[in-house]
T-cell receptor, first 115, second 112 residues
Framework: DAGVIQSPRHEVTEMGQEVTLRCKPI?????LFWYRQTMMRGLELLIY????????DSGMPEDRFSAKMPNASFSTLKIQPSEPRDSAVYFC?????????????FGPGTRLTVL | AQSVTQPDIHITVSEGASLELRCNYS??????LFWYVQSPGQGLQLLLK??????LVQGIKGFEAEFKRSQSSFNLRKPSVHWSDAAEYFC??????????FGQGTTLQVKP
């Protein structure tokens, strides 16, 4: 299995631009998580889905952030408009919940830099 | 409130020395506990997990952790550290499925 796939691996953009991060979970997993990691705030859960339905988006910073999961094999995290403080590494993770005992498998991350 | 505390932000040990990373949690229900490791530039990888049964659990790479309910702790240990163990370590607590709560992480540096 290829594991969790994220694209792009690096993104550099200018303030005000729209940014879209993509994630392909491991086939068969029914939970998908989006995290953000910064030096200041550590690892933060932004949102997670179960069977493509958002379950908890309380970690989404503000309305500039949105996430979708149109099908079981694809999810996006969008930031519009982007700001320098959004610079971070964004991780996607997936699991099969009880089947795997909630072991989350992480992708390699997308390093976002907003200038 | 549910939380995980890793009291040590940064730890330095000599190669070959023993290691213990501390983790304390606050969780209202039966806790499922995890330790993850993150190498530079990589995502997190599961080292071990505890659900029930024997309170001493073995993981990958020679790591083990002990669950102590009375102390609300789940400390990670390794008898002899290798240079390749230098990384950031995260403790997490959560339900059987769903949202995990992660600690702030402990960065391990290994001296030659």
């Amino acid at each position: 299995d290829a594991g969790v796939i994220q694209s792009p691996r690096h993104e550099v953009t200018e303030m005000g631009q729209e940014v879209t991060l993509r994630c392909k979970p491991i086939s068969g997993h029914d939970y998908l998580f989006w995290y953000r990691q910064t030096m200041m705030r550590g690892l933060e859960l932004l949102i997670y889905f179960n069977n493509n339905v958002p379950i908890d988006d309380s970690g989404m910073p503000e309305d500039r952030f949105s996430a979708k999961m149109p099908n079981a094999s694809f999810s996006t995290l969008k930031i519009q408009p982007s700001e320098p403080r959004d610079s971070a590494v964004y991780f996607c993770a997936s699991t099969s919940g009880p089947t795997l005992g909630n072991e989350q498998f992480f992708g390699p991350g997308t390093r976002l830099t907003v200038l | 409130a549910q939380s995980v505390t890793q009291p040590d932000i940064h730890i330095t040990v000599s190669e070959g020395a023993s290691l213990e990373l501390r983790c304390n949690y606050s969780y209202g229900a039966t806790p499922y506990l995890f330790w993850y490791v993150q190498s530079p530039g990589q995502g997190l990888q599961l080292l071990l997990k505890y659900f029930s049964g024997d309170t001493l659990v073995q993981g990958i790479k020679g790591f083990e952790a002990e669950f102590k309910r009375s102390q609300s702790s789940f400390n990670l240990r390794k008898p002899s550290v290798h240079w390749s163990d230098a990384a950031e370590y995260f403790c997490a607590v959560g339900p059987l499925s769903g949202k995990l709560i992660f600690g702030q992480g402990t960065t391990l540096q290994v001296k030659p």
